[in-house]
C-alpha cells in the first residue's frame, strides 16, 4: 500500500487522506479480519480442506463422484474427460480435480482404476490424465448415490445443480481416512478397516461395545495405547515390518503409513551418513510388494540394528489423529466412535428414506393399476354417457361417478389426475389386458409393499443386515494389513551404533572424541553419557563431545550406562585429611544429573580415595592391605598387613558411608586376588506383547541366566531354535513355547508324518543348542502335530477318527514305547489306524512334581501348572510358570 492510501476500518474502504484525517492517525485492521480473513477461513474450512461427516468426502471429491456418476455408462472415462466435466461444478482448476481423483483412486474404494495410476509403496507419481481411465466400482453404485434422496444446490455458476452431501449409506470417512489443512485448524482421520468398520456398526446398532483400530494400505504394525479413539491429544506409533534373513542381511517388507520406499531408504542414508548405524548396503526390490533389503557389515548385531532403524529412521514414526469433521456448517472435533455412531445413524435414516420411498412408488403403482383393471374390466370407456361427453370435465366427471362404488377398494383417494391417466390409455393396451396377469403384478406389488411395511417396523434389524451384506460382498477385498502391537520403547543410547572413540589426554585434564595423541577408553556414540571419577570422591555425568576439560586428578573414566544395576564400584577412602578413618564400600549408580558434581565419600574436606575398581559384572576382589607404621608402633600394632574380601561387602546405594575398614595410617592397598561375580545370574523375562526380553518383571519369567545359558524358542510351523538372553534380541512369528534351554529336559511329540504315508508316530528326544531354525517333526510342512509335551513320565490316550472311529482308545506309556533319541529322528510308528487326537492322561509326573516344590523366588506370581493337553498354538497365553517356562501346547 502506497504512503498517501489509508484504510478506514468503519466503511471498510480505501481513500486518501483528508485535512479531517491527517496521515499521523493510526487506523485499526479489526473490520479487516472480521469480514475478510474470518470469510476466508470459513471458505477454506467448509469448502476446500475439511471432510462433511455426511459422507465424508471433501467438496472436490463429492464433485468428482457426482461428475462421474452423470457420465457413467459402465465404461471406462479418460482421465482427463472426468477432471474436464468436473470443472463445471468445481471452481478451482484441474490441478487440484487432478490430484484429488488420484489420491481418491489410490484409495481403492470409490473408483476402478484402468492404467497407471502411481503407486503409493514407492511415490511413483501417475501417469497424466490423458493416458489412464476410471469408473466408478460397484461398491460406489451401490452406497453412494440416490437421487431420490439427495439434496440439491446450484453449483458455482448457477448452470448446473450438484449434490449437498451424497447419501452415503456406509461410514467411508472412517475407511478412506482423510487429512487436510485449514485456516486455524487441521483434520487428519486415519483409515480403518472395511470389515471392522462394519463389525462395529452393527455392534453399535446392537446397543453393544465396539472398538476401532486404525488399519493402512501400506501394513506395517501400529500401537495403539495412545490412540485415544481417534481424539485429538492423541497418538499412534507404527513400525515397518523387518525381518532378519540372516545375521547379517534385514529385509523390510512393509513401511509405515504416509511414507514411501524412497523416503525410508532416504532416511536410512542419512542415519549411516550421521553415525547412527552402520550398513554395508540397501537396495530397493520394491515392485507389487515392498522389498528393501538391508546389507549388514561383518561384526553388527543385526537385532541392535533393527532397534537402531526404529530409533534413528522413518522405519517407527508417531502420527497424531486429529478428528476435525464438518456438521451442522461448522467444524468439530470428535472421536472415531461418535463418528461412527452419527454415520450409521445417517444410514438407517437414508434406508428408511430409501424403503418409505419405494413403498410411495409401490402403493402408487398398486393404485394407478387397481385404477385400469375397474376402469377396463368394467368397460368405462364403453359407456353411450362417456362416449357422448361433451368435453374432458364431462367424461371425468362421469368416470369419477362409476368409480365411486369402488372407493372403498383404493388404497387413496382417486385424483383428477388419475382419471386423466385412465384416459390417456390407448385402445391398444385395453385389448391385451389381461385380468389375471394384472392380478399376479398386483399380488406381487401387494406382497412387497407388505415386506417393505416389515422391515420398516425393524430399521434395526434391516441395517444390520445392510452392513452384513457389505462386509459379506466386499469384505475379502479389505483385510486388515496393519498388525496391532505393543512397542516396547527403544533407548537410544542402547542401540545408536558406536562409531565414535572417547579418548582421555591425563596431562591436559581434557577428555573428548576429538582428541589426537590420547588414551583411549573406549568405544561410544553421539548419545552417550560418561561417568568420571576423581581422586578427592567426586564423581559426575557429562555427554560425550568433541572435547571437553575434566580435570587432571581423574582416577577412573568410562562410558555410563544408565539404570545398569550390575556394574559395581569397589572403593576404599579416607575419610578427611590423613589421620582419618578409612572406609570400605560397594554401590552401584544407576542415574543422576548431567554435569552435576555427587561425592563417593562423607564430604568430608581432605578424603580421598585410596583404592578404586569398577566391575561391569558385580565382581568382588581381594585386596591386600599394608599399614603406615611409625617408629616404635610396631609392636602395639596387632596386624600391620591384612587381607579384605569385598564380597564381604554389601553393595548399597552412592550415598552410603560404607564399613570401617581401619582407623590406622595405610601404607598401599594392592589387589591380591581377582574375584567373582557376587550378583549370581541375571533374571529374564518374555513380554509377549512385544515379543521381547527384560529385565523389568514384564510378562513371563524365564529364569535366572549365566553367561553360558540359552533361551529355547518353539514357534507354531514345528520349528525351534535357541539364542542368547540378551534383551536386544528379536523374535518373529508365532511363539508356541519359550522357556530357558535344558539340554536334557526329555520331550514327547506325537505327530502324522508326511514323510511316512501319513502314519503315526511318537518320538521322545531333547532338543540342543542349534545356529539356526530346525524341524523336529522332520522337515515336511505337511505333517501335523498331535501332542508336545515335556512331561517326563507321558501316559497318552490316542483316540482314533474316521473309518477307525469305532475303535475303542489305546493307552500307551511313552517311556515303555520308545527310548529318547535325537530330535531328527523319525520315531516309532504308534498305530496304523487313523488317528484323531493323542492326549496326555498323566501331567503330573514326578520330575514336575519336583519341580514345583522347588520353586525359585518368584513363586508367587508363577502358579502351578494345571495340564500339558493341548491349547491353541496360535496364541501366548499370559501366564507365568514356577519352573521358568511359557507353556503353549
Keep these: 500500500m502506497s504512503d498517501d492510501i489509508h484504510y478506514k476500518s468503519e466503511n471498510n474502504q480505501f481513500d486518501k487522506p483528508t485535512a479531517s484525517s491527517p496521515e499521523h492517525v493510526k487506523h485499526h485492521l479489526s473490520g479487516m479480519y472480521e469480514n475478510w480473513f474470518l470469510d476466508y477461513a470459513s471458505y477454506v474450512i467448509l ?20 461428475s462421474m456418476k452423470r457420465m457413467d455408462d459402465g465404461r471406462y472415462n479418460k482421465v482427463a474427460n472426468i477432471v474436464g466435466h468436473t470443472m463445471q461444478f468445481h471452481p478451482h482448476g484441474d490441478a487440484s480435480i487432478g490430484d484429488a481423483l488420484i489420491q481418491l483412486g489410490q484409495k481403492d474404494f470409490l473408483i476402478d482404476c484402468q492404467g497407471n495410476w502411481g503407486n503409493i509403496l514407492t511415490g511413483d507419481r501417475a501417469a497424466a490424465p490423458r493416458y489412464i481411465e476410471a469408473r466408478l466400482s460397484k461398491f460406489a453404485l451401490e452406497v453412494v448415490f440416490n437421487p431420490k434422496t439427495t439434496e440439491w444446490q446450484k453449483s458455482y455458476d448457477g448452470r448446473n445443480k450438484e449434490p449437498i452431501t451424497l447419501p452415503l449409506k456406509y461410514p467411508l470417512i472412517l475407511a478412506q481416512g482423510a487429512e487436510g489443512i485449514a485456516v486455524g485448524l487441521s483434520s487428519k482421520i486415519l483409515p480403518h478397516n472395511f470389515n471392522e468398520i462394519c463389525d462395529a456398526a452393527i455392534n453399535y446398532l446392537n446397543d453393544k461395545p465396539f472398538t476401532l483400530y486404525p488399519d493402512f494400505q501400506t501394513g506395517g504394525y501400529i500401537d495403539v495405547s495412545r490412540y485415544n479413539d481417534g481424539e485429538r491429544g492423541g497418538n499412534v506409533k507404527v ?7 540372516d545375521n547379517r542381511t534385514l529385509s523390510i517388507s512393509e513401511i509405515p503409513f504416509g511414507k514411501t520406499t524412497t523416503s525410508v531408504i532416504d532416511s536410512i542414508l542419512k542415519a549411516v551418513d550421521k553415525g547412527k548405524i552402520k550398513i554395508r548396503k540397501v537396495d530397493d526390490n520394491t515392485s507389487a510388494e515392498v522389498e528393501i533389503i538391508v546389507h549388514l557389515p561383518s561384526g553388527v548385531s543385526s537385532d541392535r540394528t533393527i532397534d537402531a532403524l526404529y530409533a534413528f529412521t522413518d522405519c517407527e514414526i508417531s502420527i497424531s489423529p486429529n478428528c476435525c469433521v464438518i456438521e451442522d456448517n461448522r467444524p468439530h472435533f470428535l472421536t472415531i466412535s461418535h463418528v461412527l455412531k452419527q454415520a450409521v445413524d445417517n444410514t438407517l435414516k437414508l434406508l428408511k428414506l430409501e424403503l418409505e420411498i419405494r413403498k410411495g412408488e409401490l402403493e402408487e403403482s398398486f393404485h394407478m393399476a387397481s385404477l385400469e383393471k375397474i376402469f377396463i374390466e368394467e368397460r368405462i370407456y364403453k359407456d353411450k354417457e362417456f362416449e357422448s361427453s361433451k368435453d374432458m370435465d364431462a367424461a371425468c366427471k362421469h368416470i369419477d361417478k362409476r368409480l365411486t362404488p369402488f372407493y372403498p377398494q383404493f388404497i387413496r383417494e382417486v385424483t383428477k389426475e388419475d382419471i386423466l391417466r385412465l384416459m390417456e390409455i390407448k385402445m391398444g393396451r385395453i385389448l391385451k389386458f389381461n385380468s389375471e396377469k394384472a392380478d399376479e403384478i398386483m399380488a406381487k406389488m401387494k406382497a412387497e409393499i407388505a415386506e417393505i411395511d416389515k422391515e420398516l417396523s425393524n430399521m434395526i434389524g434391516f441395517t444390520t443386515r445392510w452392513f452384513s451384506m457389505l462386509k459379506q460382498k466386499y469384505g475379502k477385498e479389505h483385510q486388515r494389513m496393519t498388525e496391532i502391537r505393543n512397542f516396547d520403547t527403544i533407548e537410544i543410547t542402547k542401540v545408536a551404533e558406536a562409531n565414535e572413540k572417547l579418548y582421555f589426554n591425563a596431562e591436559e585434564g581434557f577428555m573428548g572424541t576429538d582428541l589426537k595423541n590420547s588414551t583411549f577408553i573406549n568405544n561410544c556414540s553421539k548419545f552417550d553419557d560418561v561417568i568420571v571419577f576423581y581422586s578427592d570422591g567426586k564423581y559426575m555425568i557429562t555427554p560425550v563431545i568433541d572435547k571437553k576439560f575434566i580435570g587432571k586428578n581423574v582416577i577412573h573414566i568410562d562410558i555410563f550406562q544408565k539404570d545398569d544395576e550390575r556394574t559395581i564400584y569397589n572403593v576404599v577412602y579416607r575419610d578427611g585429611k590423613e589421620g582419618g578413618i578409612y572406609y570400605i564400600k560397594r554401590f552401584f549408580v544407576t542415574s543422576v544429573i548431567r554435569d552435576r558434581e555427587y561425592d563417593i565419600t562423607q564430604g568430608t574436606p581432605g578424603s580421598e580415595v585410596i583404592y578404586f575398581s569398577a566391575n561391569p559384572n558385580g565382581e568382588a576382589e581381594v585386596i591386600h ?13 596387632r596386624k600391620v598387613e591384612f587381607d579384605e574380601d569385598f564380597s564381604l561387602v554389601a553393595i548399597r546405594g552412592r550415598q552410603a558411608k560404607g564399613n570401617i575398614l581401619t582407623k590406622r595410617s595405610i601404607r598401599k592397598i594392592a589387589l591380591k586376588e581377582h574375584g567373582k561375580s557376587t550378583l549370581g545370574g541375571v533374571d529374564v523375562w518374555f513380554d509377549p506383547d512385544v515379543k521381547k526380553l527384560n529385565h523389568d518383571e514384564r510378562g513371563l519369567y524365564l529364569g535366572e541366566f549365566t553367561e553360558e545359558d540359552r533361551i529355547l524358542v518353539i514357534t ?8 542368547s538372553y540378551d534383551i536386544t534380541t528379536h523374535f518373529e512369528g508365532n511363539i508356541k513355547h519359550i522357556e530357558k534351554l535344558d539340554e536334557k529336559k526329555v520331550w514327547t511329540a506325537a505327530l502324522i508324518d508326511a514323510n511316512n504315508k501319513n502314519q503315526t508316530y511318537l518320538k521322545r528326544f531333547c532338543f540342543e543348542d542349534v545356529n539356526k531354525p530346525e524341524s523336529y517333526l522332520g ?5 501335523v502335530e498331535l501332542l508336545l509335551t515335556d512331561n517326563a513320565e507321558p501316559l497318552l490316550k490316542v483316540t482314533f477318527g474316521g473309518p477307525d472311529k469305532h475303535r475303542d482308545t489305546l493307552t500307551v506309556d511313552a517311556v515303555k514305547f520308545i527310548d529318547q533319541k535325537g530330535f531328527g529322528a523319525k520315531g516309532k510308528r504308534l498305530t496304523t489306524y487313523q488317528v484323531e487326537s493323542v492326549k496326555d492322561i498323566n501331567p503330573h509326573s514326578e520330575q514336575t512334581k519336583e519341580t514345583k516344590e522347588s520353586g525359585d523366588k518368584n513363586i508367587s506370581t508363577k502358579p502351578d501348572k494345571e495340564s500339558s493337553e493341548p491349547e491353541p498354538e496360535n496364541e501366548l497365553k499370559k501366564k507365568d510358570r514356577n519352573d521358568g517356562q511359557m507353556d503353549l501346547f
Excluded at 513400525?239 to 534373513?245: D, L, S, V, Y
Excluded at 592391605?625 to 600394632?637: A, Y
Excluded at 522337515?779 to 505333517?783: D, L, M
Design 716 to 723: 507354531d510351523k514345528h520349528l525351534f531354535y535357541t539364542c
Design 47 to 66: 469448502e476446500r480442506a475439511v471432510p462433511h461427516i455426511n459422507d465424508g468426502l471433501k467438496p472436490v471429491q463429492r464433485r468428482i463422484l457426482h
Design 779 to 783: 522337515g515336511n510342512n505337511k505333517s
Design 625 to 637: 592391605v599394608t599399614h603406615r607404621i611409625k617408629r616404635g608402633e610396631r609392636s602395639r600394632v
Design 239 to 245: 513400525r515397518a515390518k523387518i525381518n532378519k534373513i
